[in-house]
């Protein structure tokens, strides 16, 4: 992995956190059987394909809404399940346009016979239900309330884990039938991903200090929510089950997290910022490529990443 000299002048402050139009992108998952969790994904959550690339014995499929990638899938045959102990994903997070379109999206997924329902939360901030993949990867699909209602207190934003009725919300919500049909065409993105890791001060040091995330919710039991522009979170790490886990070895579950910032100059900060504390990296000039202290990769990239872009990973 390159690395790059060293600032010898204190960054500005704008470089030392993300910028604010920071996003998130595709995420990675390596799963053992790619035909099903393919079918899975394009059933119960409305992902067409989209692409697919062959590296050796693996095959890489990216899935999503209209163009926009959404989820990519390693096929990755011989690698051990995923361990709910370890470090690694607590879930995925697919963000909605509108009420709407999370219900329709909701039914499919409840109705597919593969699922696993979890829950489902009223935040505050948004509304969620949640979701687990047939090999174990965990899923929420949610909408945001406006930030016209998020609350703050002492500075910090007001997040809660209050119960949502699930089928009161889709009485609600849900459309007639043939427009619950066409959930496919509606927009959707990947809004946040969640993690489990072994302990908070280290991924505070990893993912606030040295990626640049700013830190929204610090008082939630066993985790931390961080965010670029004042978003509820792009991340979110917690202890809940992987507390005391060290890094992970290879494995079936998430195989990257991937981040989009706006310009060269946002990677330049980044670059500066991982070199001044000594963490390895890989910079290909259009993105850049680090292992958090549980080696998961994250993948920070200027955005427009086609299809292509995404498979190179």
Known sequence: MNRIESFSQPAPASD????PQTGM???TLRVGDLELMSSYYAGALALEPLEERTRGREVHRVLGRGRTPMVRLI????LPAVDPRQAGLFHTAFLFDDQPSLAATVLRAAQDPRSRFTGSSDHLVSEAFYFTDPEG??????VDRDRSQWRYENGELQMSTLYLDPNAYLQRHLLDEAAA??????????????????DIATARAFYVDALGFETTVATYPGALFASAGGYHHHVAMNTWNSGGAGPRGASLGLGDVAITV????DLDALAARLTNRKLPFADDGRSIVV???WNTQVTVALPGADVDEVLAR
Do not use: F, M, W
């Open 16 to 19: 030392r956190i993300l910028n």
């Open 291 to 293: 292992a958090d202290p």
């Open 137 to 142: 990867n965990g899923i929420e699909l949610y």
């Open 75 to 78: 096929g990755t045959p011989g």
């Open 25 to 27: 992108d595709a995420v």
């Open 181 to 198: 049909g066409s959930v496919a065409q509606t927009a959707g993105k990947v809004g946040h991903v969640h993690l489990q890791v072994g």
């Open 262 to 265: 706006p310009s060269r100059d």
